[in-house]
Nanobody, 126 residues
């Protein structure tokens, strides 16, 4: 059974940092790409970043470039999202998702058929 478990969310002040973790199990980790998405109530989930665990190639949306870093520890089957210089608009529920294809700007994991974690809340206070 594919499982993704996020952790590391919390309350942080503007300009602060958080590291989110996505621990995966139930599939061959190196065959998959992992993406981080976020969702604000009333809005759709949007891709923030993804990484191909086989070669560690990563993609970031513009709002994440220079502030967020995604990495993969294949020995631990875990993908991290290091977030720095956090802003109030980064406040959201953050989810990780996995799919067996390369990470790219169109890394759109199906909310129904894809593999998703339960989410972790990030709140940035001003």
């Amino acid at each position: 059974e594919v499982q993704l478990v996020e952790s590391g969310g919390g309350l942080v002040q503007v300009g602060g940092s958080l590291r989110l973790s996505c621990e995966a199990s139930g599939f061959t980790f190196e065959h998959y790409s992992i993406g981080w998405y976020r969702q604000v109530p009333g809005e759709e989930r949007t891709l923030i970043s993804c990484i191909s665990t086989s070669d560690h190639r990563a993609y970031y949306v513009d709002s994440a470039k220079g502030r967020f870093t995604i990495s993969s520890d294949n020995a631990k089957n875990t993908v991290y999202l290091q977030m720095s210089s956090l802003k109030p608009e980064d406040t959201a529920e953050y989810f990780c998702a996995a799919e067996e294809r390369p990470c790219a700007s169109d890394f759109d994991v199906s909310p129904v058929f894809g593999s998703w974690g339960q989410g972790t809340q990030v709140t940035v206070s001003s």
